[in-house]
Every structure is written in C-alpha cells, then in structure tokens.
C-alpha cells in the first residue's frame, strides 16, 4: 500500500477562497482523522470518522470547516472562506480499527499558506 | 488542551550520545504512544507502551512509562545524525482518537 495520500502537498491562498484538502487513506483503515499542526497550538484534532460517519467534529473551529468522507477511500476538508490564521500544515491519519493499541499512519501533509 | 506535554521543548546533542525526552499526561490510560516527525513529514509510529509495562525496548529506543506519576520517557541510545527530528508521546483515552502532546526537536550534531 502506498501509504495515507494527500493533495495538494502546499496550497496558497488568497483570504476568502475556498480551499479543498484531499486525503486517500489506507486500504481496509476504518478510522480517518484530520488533524491541523502549527507551532503556537501543535497537533490539533480536528475531526474524525470511523467507516465514513463523522464520529467526533468538536475540533473543528468554526463553521468555516467542513469535512466530509464519501466512501472508505476519500475524504475532504473545506475550508470557506479561508482566513491567514488558518495557514497551518494539515494532515490526514488512518488506522486499522478503533482500538487505543492501534498505530496511526499519517500522510505527508498538505502546507496550507492564507495570504 | 494538549493530554501530552514533552520535555525538553528542544535538545541538542552531539552524534553517539544519548537523548532522553519526557512526557506527561493528565488521565488515566490503558497505553501510550511514541511517534517521530522529521521536518516536513508526516508523523510516523515508533512504539507503544501498555499501561501494564514499565519499560520497552526496540532497538535503540527504550520507553519507560510510570503511571502513579503519569510519566514517560523515551530514551535513544547511541544517537545518530539521522535520528534529528521532532518527538510526540500520544495517548486515546476512549475517543479512539490520539491526542499528541507538544513534541522534543531532537538535533543530532554529526
């Protein structure tokens, strides 16, 4: 397996567009989570899903944010409008099944720039 | 707010000695986790610890986990240029989701 894929790796912005993160997880993964990494507030939970449903979004900072997971194999974060605070590295997470002894797999990270 | 809070916030060592990096929490938990960040990637695994374990080892890592005072410490033997990075203990306590403390960037002076 490849491995957790996101895209676009960097994206920049101008405040006010829409802005769309991509993430593919890993094959038979029943858990996504979306995470938001910056140096003032580190790694961030964001939201998360098990077998495509949105388990947990109280990370989601405001209405702004949106995320969705059509099918086990895809997922998006939309951010509308986008603000220069929301420049962040954003990443997208899987694991196995919902077990506390279970590893995460992240993906690379999408470098979100909001000017 | 943030389960897992590292120290050193950043270390600096030269090539062959060890490092050492603490972790604490603030609940109960039935494991912990150890993951690595090399700049620009994402977070890859190194081990767990089960609250039911002391101590772990994997090659040149050793984890230690004392629960009474919701502690932990990952340690890197021998270290190398390669291994600078940044360093994060997570824990998932019933959300199944981690929560990742705020991470040791580990500079390796070759």
């Known amino acids: 397996d490849a491995g957790v894929i996101q895209s676009p790796r960097h994206e920049v912005t101008e405040m006010g567009q829409e802005v769309t993160l991509r993430c593919k997880p890993i094959?038979?993964?029943?858990?996504l989570f979306w995470y938001r990494q910056t140096m003032m507030r580190g790694l961030e939970l964001l939201i998360y899903f098990n077998n495509n449903v949105p388990i947990d979004d109280s990370g989601m900072p405001e209405d702004r944010f949106s995320a969705k997971m059509p099918n086990a194999s895809f997922s998006t974060l939309k951010i509308q409008p986008s603000e220069p605070r929301d420049s962040a590295v954003y990443f997208c997470?899987?694991?196995?099944?919902?077990?506390?002894?279970?590893?995460?797999?992240f993906g690379q990270g999408t470098r979100l720039t909001v000017v | 707010s943030q389960q897992g809070e590292e120290d050193p916030q950043a270390l600096s060592i030269q090539e062959g000695e060890n490092a050492t990096m603490n972790c604490s929490y603030k609940t109960s938990i039935n494991n912990l986790q150890w993951y690595r960040q090399n700049s620009g990637r994402g977070l890859v695994h190194l081990i767990l610890?089960?609250?039911?374990?002391r101590e772990k080892h994997s090659g040149r890592l050793r984890v230690t986990l004392d629960t009474s005072k919701k502690s932990s410490s990952l340690l890197i033997t021998a270290s190398r240029a390669a291994d600078t990075a940044s360093y994060f203990c997570a824990t998932a306590t019933g959300r199944r989701a981690l929560t990742f403390g705020s991470g040791t960037r580990l500079q390796v002076q070759p």
């Open positions: 997470a899987s694991r196995q099944s919902g077990r506390e002894d279970t590893e995460a797999f």
């Open positions: 094959s038979g993964h029943d858990y």
């Open positions: 610890i089960r609250s039911n374990e």
